[in-house]
């Protein structure tokens, strides 16, 4: 088995293309192609944290994949991040284990950051004019990174609840972007055509009466039943509604708030792969409000854990041939 | 993160104390002091194939332990075992992986077998004359070979679908027991008064008929709902029913069956760890039948695995300081 470590797995990332991967996957998924158990979790009271464990395969994959993702919110006292965790890549005809990825739970962060830029790619409007950031951790920064390599604009303002954390952000984008700090949510909210929720709300930050016509909306920071970023009166107003799962955002995340206030019915929701590969017709009109909701998707795991092993492979730089 | 790998797993099971650590983990479990979430489970057509993810964690304990195994039938063709799997260790404050033990399902074949001779130690009767092993593979042996550690007793018989089989079988059972061969079932049934069965058959093998009385049976093939070793008959006729998990038993392997069939009432089930720990009676009397149906419990692989973590880091095996 192939020991893949942090240090290999950011070296290796800059080879592959995950947009493929992950747009393949979501494809996959919605065409009914994959085999996605429910989330199994784990929670812990002294102290608090818990553990999700996503698995799942592709029909006729050479894989399957198990990722074990962990949040422990005291560790930062301890001078650990919050996140930690791992991926497990199996052989799908044998059983036999092929490699870990030592990711520390960086992999989740990148996927669901290229799950957002692929939602922009299919879902925002034509000409972007300012790209609003909710939030200010990692999350908040790979987003841009990732939107980096599918949209044009460069203008963005970031709010966060802690304006010194926006301050302290802001400073971290260089280059690439103009970035300013909103005083406000109302500010960012009235003044961006592509917003992106970051945070781990659990009351809603962005309301309806700011969002603009023409604007798109990607929330990936509500993937609980209590989590929410988006006032519900938001999908009410959209055009178009898209989650990355039908059924895990009818359970949790800022959809799922919506379906019970009513404000919209599970009919009417696009799933994104149907998006992708233009089964769902998605934004047809630039002046329409859409929305995607991320509550983040096994079939990610799976394919960001398969390119990375492949290009490990190629490259052969796992760890030692010792676990080869 | 320590690699433990099989061969330094092998060297350190003949270190630890396996019976401790899976009694107490039996008798906390039974006491409700474990956090043990429902299995999961992923399953393969083509070639077919299943994978179990148990999980869980003691409270108050160190770490959290995640265990994946495989069972693809079709490996043997392509020379390869058909069961696979690792264990994953974390820690419980913080969520840090700590090892992986890379068993290749070894432990869960070890940790079966632990189980099966404790409920002989707390169950079979005081004087057992004879030891019958129903199956010829590799739990069969271990059965024995853990048995041998608890029970005084050496005279043993095996029985197989396969009569060829059994004779293998009997040529590995070197040095410690006199081990005949049965012609049929019922030679072992009858003359025995401690059985353990250890076959994946889905249609009974052993039958209440051929029972005496006096003997204690425990089955540990049988770990899914189609899955069947027993005759209920047997269950009806038994003094004292013990299950590692009264919950599992109700929905797979011997006792579901006998449930369903009204033969014995949930009721009347005894767990395994209160048995252990003197909560409940178990066997009170030579004469009486007691029968312990095993289907597996995520608490085993947690006491395992702790202890062969702790084993490695105080022998300092584990693979390389490069993973630590």
Request: net charge negative; proline share 11%.
């Given at each position: 088995m192939k020991i893949i470590e942090l240090a290999q797995i950011q070296e290796l990332l800059s080879s592959v293309d995950l947009f493929s991967a992950i747009e393949a996957g979501f494809v996959s998924y919605s065409a009914g192609k994959a085999v996605i158990p429910p989330v199994g979790e784990l929670l812990f009271q002294n102290p608090p944290g818990d553990v999700h464990i996503k698995y799942g395969y592709l029909l006729n994959d050479r894989y399957y994949v198990i990722k074990i993702a962990s949040g422990f919110y005291e560790n930062p006292t301890l001078n650990l991040p919050s996140s930690n965790g791992l991926m497990l890549l199996f052989d799908?005809?044998?059983?036999?284990p092929l490699a870990t990825l030592l990711d520390e739970g960086y992999l989740t962060d990148v996927r669901t950051a290229v799950a957002g830029a692929i939602a922009a790619k299919y879902l925002?409007?034509?000409?972007?004019?300012r790209i609003g950031i909710v939030g200010t951790g990692i999350q908040a920064r790979l987003q841009l990174q990732y939107l980096a390599k599918v949209i044009d604009c460069r203008e963005a303002i970031v709010w966060g609840r802690n304006l010194d954390k926006a301050k302290q952000f802001q400073q971290t984008i260089t280059g690439k972007f103009n970035i300013a700090v909103a005083q406000t949510i109302q500010e960012l909210t009235s003044t961006c055509n592509l917003i992106v929720t970051t945070t781990p709300s659990t009351?809603?930050?962005?309301?309806?009466?700011y969002v603009q016509p023409g604007t798109h909306i990607t929330a990936v920071?509500?993937?609980?039943?209590?989590?929410?970023?988006?006032?519900?009166i938001i999908f009410a107003k959209a055009d178009c509604v898209v989650a990355d799962s039908v059924s895990q955002c009818m359970e949790r995340g800022d959809i799922a708030h919506a379906i019970a206030q009513k404000l919209?019915?599970?009919?009417s929701l696009t799933e994104l792969g149907d998006v992708i590969s233009g089964k769902a017709p998605g934004?047809?009109?630039?002046e329409q409000i859409t929305v995607a909701d991320l509550t983040g998707v096994a079939i990610q795991d799976i394919q960001i854990a398969k390119v990375l092993y492949e290009a490990a492979c190629r490259k052969k730089m796992a760890a030692s041939n010792m676990y080869q």
């Open positions: 799908q005809k044998t059983g036999t925002a409007p034509k000409h972007i004019h009351t809603p930050l962005v309301y309806a009466d920071g509500a993937d609980t039943p209590h989590k929410q970023e988006l006032d519900s919209i019915m599970p009919e934004r047809t009109l630039d």
